[in-house]
């Protein structure tokens, strides 16, 4: 490493002030800051510092995130040989290897779109480049569906990064969370390709493979050796949201049958069902959320408050039960949909959050609340939990100043209290 | 929260108040002092800082050449005239260092060794009355020992303090005992003592000290000591610990432990005070965090904090008249030799306590005066700070780290969250450089502050509102609470590196020129 060490040390005066590439510096750091934490000591003040910086910090919530990842590749493939009754003639690996030509390019372009434009904006205002992208860069892909087009996440990417962190002040600036917001952007730009049943399993025929219109597929010797499954692409909350459909027409009793037809809660809970690449399997999320918990990054209360409102809400739900969806229970809707995911990494994300502790749990409450709420509510919106997140990112300056406010007033009171017993 | 009558006299019966604090970290470094006492070689010079006062102007009353005695006034507060700042020994007026403008950086002054001192003359402090004792304090240039919440400035004399605090124990990374550096002092501290309660409101002193003390053992597991007989003895704790509990050395360590793990008599059997037993790591040592708990700070509301070893001190001052400006101090940190107290003089040539004692190295170590987290950098011949009874020394960190952020073992690094694997071993004594781990950041991660910081008190909200000048904003928030060195953790902890000290401080110096 003193060969790297002494070969960062003669390029940096090319880069510094008055170097020949003094404007590239950003670009210069962001390489250096990344092979070798820097030499700087301490100047005024503690003369001792934590190990803990940004940087660590923003690589354990990407450690986290790998469960998610490797899950989710391998889910798509799974998802798309079940649709079309394959999974006999291609077994895990294959689904691995197409879950990773799906998966690994949209992760790709993410990344190199996401720092590229903040890489830009740093050269252009003169500032090192800050971690904050890492961890957006790897939640985007996470929250798409596999078949979205690369240039797609491109743009959505280049519009999250430059309108909600980069015009904000960069990271730590930020009020809404910028992966998010990709997604937002994605769903309302194009809706069409990005929901309904088409959009989350991909079903095109693997080389040679033909389909005929019963729905048999034959392989390249003619052999029928799957079935094309229509319903493949319906994600568990698309099911729970058309039972409201045949309630209306059929009756209370036809839309609780339809309830029937979801995935089961141990499918929807292990991810074994459509969905974004890495939001389907529980298991997965809770490995990443223990990591998030145990090394102190994500915030428990934000957890922990965002569940009980999913929960709290899904129960008065279901004591209304005026249609079908009302009557899904709380485990079913927690298992559901993006809900985990969203609470754990997307909620939690500390610039977006509240932060006051007390605020945390308030804005957690709601986002669960909301979540549930959008869901059940809205026709037109199968998921709720990347709207009450956003919507709750735009209130949390609101909770945190009423909080403040709070410790204010007390400090008044108790001055009050003081002067009038003296 | 305390509201207590103030007829109320505290000699009647021993009361307390039990405070537990949840939040804070103890840090654990290598280099703790043996407890053994040194006399420091012989300081030819001494010097006093005008910068370990912060806010105060210096007015010289003395030019070079000036003979002085212990307790001759050398400069003013052009603040306040009557703040008068002396000289710790006598001799001559050397040299006047001057900085950049003509700031004055250190006054020098050749130690003659003779130690004569000005007279004012012995107090009974019993019959005196407030203004007397203020007036000999001030004469004497003593008066800087006694600072004041808010601001921690020197306090005003003019003032009339709702309560006088004074902590018994430090919770700082390698803090000296206090017990230690007043032992056999007792009559002295109770002299300070009832001087001091004379100026608070409530008739007393609310001395606070530590519920049980944790006797570290030093980078070699060796609790050196010196025995009632006064011989030097190192017990091996290792080896201790495993023999049974009827050979020599166990019986020893428990009985240290026992001896040593509670706030000594000294402390709680003195007369005029309100006895505050504080459980909690650090900073349940800092004045500021104990009077947040005890009886907090409203806005006009003055407190007056004065150091244990300084209150030891002012009743010698008070009791014989003269200025004795000799006090103990505990050289620290890892790269130290053998760390061990010495008895100095106030302004000490810290040359004399580093020679010879400091551990092979490389590069330079960084010197420091006071603890890590709030000390100031000297130099190896620079001089003892003027309210400091520490000196530490650690090994710069200014090489690079292949990969740092990512390894998750780094057996040098300690880390106060758990994203390094520093807290699979929590007793552990780290050799901390002066790296600063990362770049600085704009505030990101939350939560981490408020780990740390006992205090009802939104740290980074009051940071904010000290980085915009937002005034009215400093006050409801808590500002004439909290001080630097009780942020000084949070600072520790912060992911961002933010310098968050010199924050406050900043919020501190604009709200005391405005509403003062």
Known sequence: MKFLERLVDKMEPNFEKGGKYEKWFPLFDGFATFLFTPKHTTKKGVHIRDAVDLKRTMNTVIQALIPCLLFGIWNTGFQHYSALGLLEEFGFLDQILFGAIKVLPIVIVSYAVGLGVEFGFCIAKGHPIEEGFLVSGMLIPLIVPADTPLWMVAVATIFAVVFVKEVFGGTGMNILNPALTARAFLYFAYPKQLSGDKAWVNTELPDGYVQTESGKVLNELGQAVGQFDAMAGATQLSRFNASIGIYKEQGIDAGIAALDGAHSLLDSFLGLIPGSIGETSVVAILIGAGLLLHSGVASWKIMASGIFGAVFMTIIFNTAGMNPY???????????????????????????????????????????????????????????????????NVMSPLIDHYVVQGNIKDRLQRAKLHSLTH | MLILPSELSPNQERMSVQVKLRKGANIKLKGVANRVKVDANASDVVALKPSDFHGVIPKLILREGAKVKAGTPIFFDKENVDIKFSSPVSGEIIEIVRGARRVILEIRIKNDGANVAEDFGATDIAAASKEDLTMKLLGAGLWPFIKQRPFNCIANPSDAPKAVFVSAFDTSPLAPDYDFLLEGREEDFQAGIDALAKFSKTGFVNLNVPTSKEVRFNFEDKFVYTDSIGKRVALDYKTAANASAHTGSAKAIKSINDKYGQASDLFTKANNIYLGEISGQHPAGNVGIQIHHINPVNKGEVVWTVNAQDVAMIGNFLRTGKLTAKKLVALTGSEVATPQYYNVTIGQSLDSIFEGNLKDAEEAPRFISGNALTGTKVEKNGFLGFYDSQLTVLPEGNKYDFFGWMLPIQPEKLSLSRTLWSWIIPSKAYRLNTNLNGESRAFVVTGEYEEVLPMKIYPVQLLKSCLVEDIDAMEGLGIYEIVPEDLALCEFACTSKQPVQQILQAGLDLVKKECA
Not at chain 1, 358 to 374: A, D, E, N, R, W
């Open chain 1, 326 to 392: 009302m009557t899904v229970g709380p485990l079913e809707h927690l298992t559901a949909g993006g809900f985990m995911f969203g609470i754990v990494f997307m909620a939690t994300d500390p610039v977006s959050a509240a932060q006051t502790e007390v605020g945390k749990v308030i804005y957690g409450f709601f986002i669960g609340l909301m979540t549930i709420m959008i869901r059940v509510f809205n026709p037109a919106y199968p998921e709720g939990i990347m709207l009450a997140i956003l919507f709750m």
